[in-house]
């Protein structure tokens, strides 16, 4: 059973940068059988796709994020990251990390809350 | 795409039969799944392609529509059911989200 779990700061102050990695058990992001995405939860915008990464380490952002946005992938450690940079407080917000993009997200990290605040 | 649901809220029974809708802005063919998602869980795959049921999905859930009209229906609502309710849609980058049925216990 493939599982998912985002971990990095809870707390980042604006303008600097949110990171955050998701490390999958139970299954191999180097595959190929899916993509990788990120997406988040706030209270203001509901649910928003971040964007995803696959395997090779091709991506695509969401154009709402796309110039903050970067996606990494590291098969050795079976694990993806987020880096959005120059975060103000519309970007608190729930991230998960899940399994899908082409195909329905029919796994999902437990989420991170992550707050930007001075 | 963007994916508007109603209602937004709904107050049922347990028993009842209920049914949400989401629309998209353009036509979307199938590419349409559902999500329930209970307080503090991530959200939950339910349907995928319009009407297809994920696996381990009791069956009481079911899902229809095609273009840009799509409903959920859930025929005899059981305790766990009252839940936050997501469609979302597979046609096109970027991908979307309806903003939610809250189902609330009448």
């Known amino acids: 059973q493939v599982q998912l779990q985002e971990s990095g700061p809870g707390l980042v102050k604006p303008s600097q940068t949110l990171s955050l990695t998701c490390t999958v058990s139970?299954?191999?992001?180097?595959?190929?059988?899916?993509?990788w995405s990120w997406i988040r939860q706030s209270p203001e915008k509901g649910l928003e796709w971040i964007g995803y990464?696959?395997?090779?380490?091709?991506?695509y952002y969401n154009p709402s994020l796309k110039t903050r946005l970067s996606l990494s992938v590291d098969t050795s450690k079976n694990q993806y990251s987020l880096k959005l940079n120059s975060v103000t407080a519309a970007d608190t917000a729930v991230y998960y990390c899940a399994r899908g993009a082409d195909q329905p997200f029919d796994r999902w990290g437990q989420g991170t809350l992550v707050t930007v605040s001075s | 795409i963007q994916l508007t649901q109603s209602p937004s809220f709904l107050s049922a029974s347990v028993g009842d039969r209920v049914t949400i809708t989401c629309r998209a802005s353009?036509?979307?063919?199938?590419?349409l799944a559902w999500y329930q998602q209970k307080p503090g869980k991530a959200p939950n795959l339910l349907i995928y392609a319009a009407s297809t049921l994920e696996s381990g999905v009791p069956s009481r859930f079911s899902g229809s529509g095609f273009g840009t009209e799509f409903t959920l229906t859930i025929s005899s609502l059981q305790p766990e059911d009252f839940a936050t309710y997501y469609c979302q849609q597979l046609n096109s980058f970027p991908r979307t989200f309806g903003q939610g049925t809250k189902l609330e216990i009448k």
């Open positions: 353009q036509a979307i063919s199938t590419y």
């Open positions: 990464i696959y395997y090779s380490g091709a991506t």
């Open positions: 139970g299954g191999s992001i180097s595959s190929g059988d899916y993509y």
